[in-house]
Nanobody
Framework: QVQLVESGGGLVQAGGSLRLSCAAS????????MGWFRQAPGKEREFVGG????????YVADSVKGRFTISRDNAKTTVYLRMNSLKPEDTAVYYC????????????????????WGQGTQVTVSS
């Protein structure tokens, strides 16, 4: 069965950095677009970034542009989210998600388009 397992979350001071990882299994990873989303208490799930199956196309939300970078290693079936210059408003549970998209045409910012989700990892940024 498909599993997406996030790791790398934790408590960090404002201005600090974290790298989240999402290890995928049970699917042909190189045929899936991957996304990162986050959800803060009382708020809707928010798109953070997406990456095409090849890694050739990446997208990040305006709220994190210039601070967050998404990447993937298809040999390791893992997608990463590098987060720099963290702010307290980045505090949330971060989820990775996978969408079958071998042609790289799916809108990866839409959470309703994803096939599989991880369980999430908590990121807390203190001021």
């Amino acid at each position: 069965q498909v599993q997406l397992v996030e790791s790398g979350g934790g408590l960090v001071q404002a201005g600090g950095s974290l790298r989240l990882s999402c290890a995928a299994s049970g699917l042909t990873f190189s045929q899936y677009g991957m996304g990162w989303f986050r959800q803060a208490p009382g708020k809707e799930r928010e798109f953070v970034g997406g990456i095409s199956w090849s890694g050739g196309s990446t997208y990040v939300a305006d709220s994190v542009k210039g601070r967050f970078t998404i990447s993937r290693d298809n040999a390791k079936t893992t997608v990463y989210l590098r987060m720099n210059s963290l702010k307290p408003e980045d505090t949330a549970v971060y989820y990775c998600a996978a969408r079958f998209d071998p042609y790289g045409v799916i809108d990866l910012s839409n959470p309703n388009r994803y096939d599989y989700w991880g369980q999430g990892t908590q990121v807390t940024v203190s001021s």
